[in-house]
């Protein structure tokens, strides 16, 4: 942990097409090696693909939904005490809410092999949408992890 000041966090501007922060965190999140518009261009197609398979709902509700569904509300940590690592269950801020949904999905849409990403990301975002697929079984399973920790809760801090 650095011992200086805490960095500033900056503001992220929003997406060109849909005019939202949100997409433009995923985008962020695809992105490898600095490559913005290949990541946009992923992005922007699987979000045309959910609008073509959920028939002219907009995708950026489904998007926001999709994450809304994969956030996990609480987590555990680590804490030293006397000795002993604790798996301390505790809040997670909203901010790594968001990191975390995007990072699980765009991370479980990069394992799906075989299919292109833009495809592997329109999928992720649909199973996401409608409560199932790997990024709400990471979520479960994360909450089952804090559920099982509760008795350690009392090392929060």
């Not at 709902?57 to 939904?65: A, E, G, I, K, S």
């Not at 680590?78 to 990191?99: F, K, N």
Request: hydrophobic share 40%; aromatic share 6%; proline share 6%.
């Amino acid at each position: 942990m650095s011992r200086r000041r805490r960095a500033i966090k900056r503001p992220i501007p929003p997406d060109p097409r849909y005019n939202s922060t949100l997409v433009m965190r995923l985008v962020n999140t695809v992105m490898r090696r600095g490559k913005k518009s290949l990541a946009m261009r992923i992005v922007y197609s699987a979000l045309e693909k959910i609008a073509e398979k959920t028939g002219n709902t907009n995708p950026l509700d489904v998007l926001q939904r999709a994450v809304e569904n994969a956030k996990p509300r609480i987590e555990t940590k680590a804490r030293r005490v006397g000795g002993a690592t604790y798996q301390v269950p505790m809040e997670v801020p909203p901010d790594r809410q968001l990191s975390l949904a995007l990072r699980w999905i765009v991370g479980f849409a990069d394992a799906r092999k075989g299919i292109p990403m833009k495809d592997a990301l329109a999928a992720e975002i649909l199973d996401a949408y409608q409560g199932q697929g790997s990024a709400i079984r990471k979520r479960d399973e994360v909450h089952k992890m804090a559920q099982a920790n509760r008795a350690f809760a009392h090392f929060r801090w």
